[in-house]
């Protein structure tokens, strides 16, 4: 009788556990925006108001998945956007890892091509699951649970580059009035002359280009879009990222910014009209 009880007492534990759990996973009406750590590379989870999970970027190994398991509500295994900025290892690879694992709706990326086995493997999943694909090109919009959009302000349509960084798929993502945007790798001076910043406004949120380089930011451009915060996404690394230059731009600038090789995972959640960062 007292092994019944026990068990039943664990099996009732456990399922108030998962009920509690899965209320507090239930869509808040806020975003939520996750610069998840994942080393010298880039991934951006984020929740819509909603419940919409889009990805933007995976790292260079399967650590993302650690970020999704943390932020993701246990029972959701569909992914509704993906988007690859540049199909590099740093930014592909965690990719390959997601769509094995999950159900990926649509993924957005550039017509850049690269010729590795990473690149291989991406062409060849998206092929199998038969996963709609959108090309990246200036001007594409895409809502988010109908109430914050995804627009894309970089790669200029029939604008082909042969260096692939200069080929990063740009997108910038509005709630009400808070703003973010997501820049790859491109470099300084593409960044200065992108059309349709001024949709914008006040920019919130930058993700820093090229974890920092130095030549992924220019000083016109943070003066005229100066951001509330700024995310550096880097690990240990042998180029010098974050260059000492971008971060003495950041400071001059008074531009308050994180990095995920020490401040972790940053999650930063709005409702639109405020923003916060979830401690």
């Not at 932020?71 to 993906?82: G, Q």
């Not at 199909?87 to 709706?105: C, F, M, N, S, W």
């Not at 010729?115 to 959108?134: A, G, Q, V």
Request: hydrophobic residues 40%; contains cysteine.
């Amino acid at each position: 009788m007292a092994v019944s009880f026990k068990l039943a007492a664990v099996i009732f534990c456990s399922f108030l556990f998962l009920g509690i759990s899965f209320i507090f996973s239930l869509p808040d009406g806020r975003l939520h925006l996750v610069f998840c750590d994942v080393g010298q590379g880039d991934a951006v989870y984020i929740r819509g108001p909603k419940g919409s999970d889009i990805v933007i970027d995976g790292g260079p190994d399967n650590r993302v998945l650690n970020c999704l398991g943390e932020k993701m509500p246990f029972w959701d295994r569909t992914i509704e956007l993906v988007v690859l900025s540049h199909p590099q290892a740093d930014h592909l690879t965690g990719l390959i890892e997601i769509i094995k694992r999950y159900q990926v709706k649509k993924i957005l990326d550039s017509s850049a091509k690269n010729n590795s086995k990473e690149y291989e493997l991406w062409e060849k999943l998206i092929n199998e699951k038969k996963i709609n694909r959108i090309e990246a090109k200036e001007g594409e919009k895409i809502l988010v649970d109908k109430q914050a959009g995804l627009s894309v302000l970089w790669p200029k349509s029939g604008k082909d580059t042969p260096d692939i960084n200069s080929s990063s798929t740009v997108v910038s993502l509005s709630f009400g009035s808070f703003s973010s945007l997501f820049t790859g790798d491109l470099d300084g001076f593409s960044l200065s002359n992108l059309s349709g910043l001024s949709s914008l406004g006040n920019l919130t949120i930058l993700k820093i280009p090229h974890h920092g380089s130095k030549t992924g930011l220019s000083q016109k451009f943070l003066e005229v879009f100066k951001p509330s915060l700024a995310i550096i996404s880097v690990g240990k690394n042998s180029f010098g990222h974050p260059s000492p230059e971008t971060l003495k731009l950041l400071n001059d600038l008074n531009i308050k910014y994180l990095r995920t090789d020490k401040d972790k995972s940053i999650e930063i959640i709005s409702d639109g009209k405020t923003w916060k960062i979830n401690k």
